[in-house]
T-cell receptor, first 113, second 114 residues
Framework: GENVEQHPSTLSVQEGDSAVIKCTYS??????FPWYKQELGKRPQLIID?????GEKKDQRIAVTLNKTAKHFSLHITETQPEDSAVYFC????????????FGKGTMLLVSP | DAGVTQSPTHLIKTRGQHVTLRCSPI?????VSWYQQVLGQGPQFIFQ???????GRGNFPDRFSARQFPNYSSELNVNALLLGDSALYLC?????????????FGEGSRLTVL
C-alpha cells in the first residue's frame, strides 16, 4: 500500500518568514496530493491540492510543487502570519472515487509574532 | 449548505464497551469514509462506503464495522473497546465514483476509553 513520509514534524518561524513542508510517497500510481490544515480541536480542512498532470499550483500565499519522478511534493507558505499556526498534513491517493487518502504524520507549524 | 455532520461530538466509554458513531454526508454525496486520528498522528483510513456497499477497508481489527444507509448516512461501530481505541474519529464524504479524490471532513467524534 501507499506510504507517505512528512517532515519536519515541527517547524517554528518568525512572522513574515517562509515555511516549507516536504512529503514523499511510495505508490507510483498516486496522482492526487492534497494538503490539509488542522487547528487544535478542529477538523482537517483542505487548503490546496495538486494532481499529477501539474507541477506547481499557487493560491495567494500558499503553493504546492510536485516532482513525480522523485515521488515528492512540498507545501510552501510565504509571508507567514500567526494565524497560519496549525498542524499541516500531506496526503496521497490514486485520485478516483474509490481511492483512499494516505496521510503523513503531520507538521506542527508555529508562527511567532 | 450543511457540511458533514457527526454525532456524538465527545463520548467516554470504558474498556470492553461498545460504541456507535454516526455521520451524515454533504447533500448529494454518495460516498462516506471513516478515519481514525490518534493524538499526534495523521488520520488513518478505516472504511469507505459507496451506495451502501463497502468499497475499501483499512488495517483495523474485526471489532470495527460500519454500514451505510439508503439516505447515505453511515454508522461506525466498535466492539470490545480497548484503551488504544481512544482517538478522534473522522467521517468524510465525497460525491462518489466520479469523484477526483477530494474528501470533505466532519468535525469528528472524540472517543475516550477509560
Amino acid at each position: 500500500g501507499e506510504n507517505v513520509e512528512q517532515h519536519p514534524s515541527t517547524l517554528s518561524v518568525q512572522e513574515g518568514d517562509s515555511a516549507v513542508i516536504k512529503c514523499t510517497y511510495s505508490d507510483s500510481a498516486s496522482n492526487y496530493f492534497p494538503w490539509y490544515k488542522q487547528e487544535l480541536g478542529k477538523r482537517p480542512q483542505l487548503i490546496i491540492d495538486i494532481r499529477s498532470n501539474v507541477g506547481e499550483k499557487k493560491d495567494q500565499r500558499i503553493a504546492v510543487t510536485l516532482n513525480k519522478t522523485a515521488k515528492h511534493f512540498s507545501l510552501h507558505i510565504t509571508e507567514t502570519q500567526p494565524e497560519d499556526s496549525a498542524v499541516y498534513f500531506c496526503a496521497a491517493s490514486r485520485g478516483s472515487g474509490y481511492s483512499t487518502l494516505t496521510f503523513g504524520k503531520g507538521t506542527m507549524l508555529l508562527v511567532s509574532p | 449548505d450543511a457540511g458533514v455532520t457527526q454525532s456524538p461530538t465527545h463520548l467516554i466509554k470504558t474498556r470492553g464497551q461498545h460504541v456507535t458513531l454516526r455521520c451524515s454526508p454533504i447533500s448529494g454525496h454518495k460516498s462516506v469514509s471513516w478515519y481514525q486520528q490518534v493524538l499526534g498522528q495523521g488520520p488513518q483510513f478505516i472504511f469507505q462506503y459507496y451506495e451502501k456497499e463497502e468499497r475499501g477497508r483499512g488495517n483495523f481489527p474485526d471489532r470495527f464495522s460500519a454500514r451505510q444507509f439508503p439516505n447515505y448516512s453511515s454508522e461506525l461501530n466498535v466492539n470490545a473497546l480497548l484503551l488504544g481505541d481512544s482517538a478522534l474519529y473522522l467521517c468524510a464524504s465525497s460525491p462518489g465514483s466520479t469523484n477526483t479524490g477530494e474528501l470533505f471532513f466532519g468535525e469528528g467524534s472524540r472517543l475516550t476509553v477509560l
